[in-house]
């Protein structure tokens, strides 16, 4: 290896000062501000402020919300991948460029759609009346929003892993004998466990925080309609800073557990890939 | 015994199989030999039952198996980059087959566990079986994929460029032990490959694809010495390929007469063909074929020289023994063709 320009160090230093100092005044600061604000009356006033009934209903019903979203989406997005990845079929462009709708539009148009179709005034607003089956302003709405603007996440992430991984494992395996059933238990969900894994991280974390969408068909009835980000921003309209921080200061350490768990699954991730040997 | 019959594929506008029949006998060792694109992957998948034909029937032992799916067939098949689970331990990867039957079929769990040990034994791997494939060579993945095919009791070996992600020293080895171990079991096996190298070393017979059709089906020996046609002539082995016209019974190259048997070949235009050992030096005589020699070297214990027919733009190699001192190059060189194949070339003059 030949010796770098003496220009390079410096060159170096000033990158990795400009990057540390745009992450600590970007990133950074406002994370310290949340955990601040939120603790600027004492940890009393803030356990109070979680402990309040209409915060715990906006966590309960963000955990609920994720927990119908995300499986959705795991089932959705693996077999959106498995058909595109492993079949050639007509239509199989479009249906990529669909996927990658939701990225696409704004979360806001995201929550309209719902509206037009199930709102009072919507598609099937009348039908929707007779039966008393309310879907805008109450969860279901909540529920299909999230599941729409986090469609992508899973589908994304293992539509490239499968393509590269082909399908010579499973042909093997039915060659083997196994059943079509078998073969995606024991080979291929093993082979993108944690391409899987990391796509589904980043779809809770979404779904856990998703504003706009959410917003526009959420209804922001208090302690029935109130996601976590909705219950914030009430909160902060309302001057009620501490508590607003208080619960903007979950969301802040759910990110950083994802942050950290989607660290460890890359590192075991990358493992897999370069010990794979192809 | 294999019986292939009318086999025809397309993949959207492109023909992978034309028509294909195909003959293969228990216990033999047959190689599907060609240039990408012919066919010859296509065939074998389609045997495997991981491909379906548009038309044409796939018997084995007079059963017809075409619309079986490759579960059912009872083949080992062995791909070109493993395709070994590379979460399981290779004991694993080689209990899979077992593992997966249906219970009252499954084996006893220390009964699959002892086959697994004794596969592995007979690829030469005892005691690897709780490695990891990432842990093991090119060649040694091969072998537990082999194993792992093996472990099925397959009534046929399929194997899809066994040794092409392998390199040249491992091949060589990992071929050899193949042959002989297929001597031991019997197996009937096909395998694909586009190295003549590999076919003519391994196989009992061998079958030359091109273009989504048969060449032609035989022996090494036959393929190598009898081609019949200018396409294996020019696939298999090294081959010159002159223009020659035949008119009144004889082959002539620019007007003068050359003795080779016609081989069928009618008036017109058609290719002469010889293999670069297949010529003799004669001097400055009269009928000799003159040479502008344009390239000289040393290969083994011959000279290989480069020349330019004079006359036609057409250069071809030949192998002259090294007893002679190597002509220099730009001189001229008379050379006679002992033994060539004529092969019709369709277009008439």
């Given at each position: 290896m030949t010796a770098r320009p003496a220009t390079s160090g410096a060159a170096r230093f000033a990158l990795i000062a400009l990057a540390i100092g745009f992450l600590a005044l970007f990133l950074l600061l406002p994370l310290v501000a949340v955990f601040a604000e939120a603790l600027a009356k004492g940890f009393g006033a803030y356990a109070a402020a979680i402990a309040e009934p209409d915060a715990l209903a906006a966590i309960r019903l963000t955990l609920l919300v994720a927990a119908i979203a995300v499986p959705l989406n795991i089932v959705f997005g693996i077999a959106a991948a498995w058909a595109i990845a492993k079949f050639d079929f007509p239509g199989k462009t479009v249906l990529t460029s669909f996927i990658d709708l939701p990225f696409s539009v704004s979360p806001v148009v995201a929550g309209l759609i719902y509206v037009l179709l199930?709102?009072?005034?919507?598609?099937?607003g009348p039908w929707l009346r007779v039966h008393d089956i309310q879907i805008i302003f109450a969860v279901p709405g909540i529920v299909l929003a999230t599941v729409f603007v986090t469609f992508p996440f899973v589908a994304r992430e293992l539509i490239p892993l499968m393509s590269e991984q082909g399908r010579d494992d499973e042909e093997a395996a039915l060659s083997l004998g196994a059943s079509g059933f078998q073969t995606f238990w024991r080979v291929t969900l093993p082979n993108i466990r944690w391409g899987l894994l990391y796509g589904v991280l980043l779809c809770n974390a979404r779904a856990m925080g998703e504003f706009g969408a959410v917003s526009v068909v959420?209804?922001?009835?208090?302690?029935?309609?109130?996601t976590m980000p909705l219950h914030v921003e009430i909160l902060y309209n309302e001057y009620n800073f501490v508590a607003a921080f208080a619960v903007a200061s979950l969301l802040a350490l759910l990110a950083l557990v994802t942050l950290i768990l989607k660290s460890i699954v890359e590192w075991r991730f990358d493992y897999q890939r370069g010990g794979a040997g192809h | 015994m294999i019986t292939v019959n009318g086999l025809s594929k397309r993949f959207g506008a492109f023909p992978?199989?034309?028509g294909i029949d195909l003959d293969v006998r228990d216990g033999e060792f047959l190689a599907l030999l060609g240039?990408?694109?012919?066919g010859k992957t296509t065939l074998l998948r389609i045997i495997a039952g991981l491909e379906f034909p548009d038309a044409g029937r796939v018997e084995f032992n007079g059963e017809?198996?075409?619309?079986?799916k490759v579960a059912d067939r009872k083949v080992g098949f062995v791909f070109q980059h493993y395709a070994?689970?590379?979460?399981?331990t290779v004991a694993d990867n080689v209990a899979f087959g077992l593992s997966v039957r249906r219970r009252g079929q499954r084996p006893p769990k220390a009964q699959i566990r002892a086959r697994a040990e004794e596969l592995l034994e007979l690829v030469q791997l005892?005691?690897?079986?709780?490695?990891?494939?990432?842990?093991?060579?090119g060649g040694q993945r091969q072998r537990v994929a082999l194993a792992r095919a093996l472990a099925v009791e397959p009534q046929l070996l399929l194997l899809d460029?066994?040794?092409?992600?392998?390199?040249a020293k491992v091949r060589k080895d990992l071929r050899r032990w193949l042959r002989q171990l297929h001597g031991r079991m019997g197996l009937t096996s096909i395998f694909v490959t586009h190295d003549q190298e590999e076919a003519l070393e391994l196989a009992d017979r061998v079958v030359v694809m091109d273009r989504g059709a048969i060449e032609q089906v035989g022996t090494p020996e036959a393929i190598y010495m009898?081609?019949?046609?200018a396409f294996v002539s020019d696939f298999v082995g090294e081959s010159n390929s002159l223009p020659v016209t035949v008119t009144g019974g004889r082959a002539h190259l620019f007007d003068r007469p050359i003795d080779v048997a016609?081989?069928?070949?009618?008036d017109g235009a058609a290719r002469l063909a010889f293999r670069p050992h297949d010529v003799s030096v004669c001097g400055e005589r009269v009928g000799c074929l003159p040479l502008l020699v344009t390239g000289v070297y040393r290969s083994g214990g011959e000279w290989r020289i480069e020349g330019e027919v004079a006359g036609i733009d057409r250069t071809i190699e030949i192998d002259v023994s090294a007893a002679h001192p190597a002509p220099d190059i730009g001189t001229r060189l008379g050379v006679r063709i002992e033994r060539a194949r004529l092969f019709q070339t369709g277009e008439q003059p």
């Open positions: 199930f709102g009072a005034h919507g598609w099937f959420s209804g922001h009835l208090r302690g029935q309609t109130n | 992978a199989l034309k240039p990408s694109g012919s017809d198996v075409t619309g079986l070994l689970f590379k979460h399981m005892g005691g690897l079986g709780h490695r990891y494939p990432a842990q093991l060579s460029e066994p040794f092409g992600a392998l390199d009898a081609p019949e046609s016609l081989n069928g070949a009618i």
